[in-house]
């Protein structure tokens, strides 16, 4: 499984981003999605999930209300899009997909694709 992030770039506080990963994966449709991110010197820090048996959604408490995680299977794509960006967005952002659900700690998650960088400048 190969997954490669887009999107990510600079934009001002309460504007909005839209971060796409592309994945090649026979069975995308049989695996959940994760969106995480991490700056430099700390961990890197679940944002949202998706899961592959019935698209329920989750996400942290801190982009609750702000940020959609979506996916199209016949595209093997999954997005996030970021409203009402704050500084503290700011990140590499990875995106990573697992065969399990609801999983929330970078450890549950099988493959990674390489990251983006997400700037908001206040």
């Known amino acids: 499984v190969q997954l490669q992030a887009s999107g990510g770039g600079l934009a001002q506080a309460g504007g909005s981003l839209r971060l796409s990963c592309a994945a090649s994966a026979r069975t995308f449709s049989r695996l959940s999605m994760g969106w995480f991110r991490q700056n430099p010197g700390k961990e890197r820090e679940f944002v949202a999930g998706?899961?592959?048996?019935?698209?329920?959604?989750y996400y942290a408490d801190s982009v609750k209300g702000r940020f959609v995680i979506s996916r199209d299977n016949a595209k093997k794509m999954v997005y996030l899009q970021m409203n009402s960006l704050k500084p503290e967005d700011t990140a590499v952002y990875y995106c990573?997909?697992?065969?399990?659900?609801?999983?929330?700690?970078?450890?549950?998650?099988?493959?990674w694709g390489q990251g983006t960088q997400v700037t908001v400048s206040s």
């Open positions: 998706i899961n592959w048996s019935d698209g329920s959604t």
């Open positions: 990573a997909a697992a065969r399990r659900e609801y999983g929330r700690r970078w450890s549950e998650f099988d493959y």
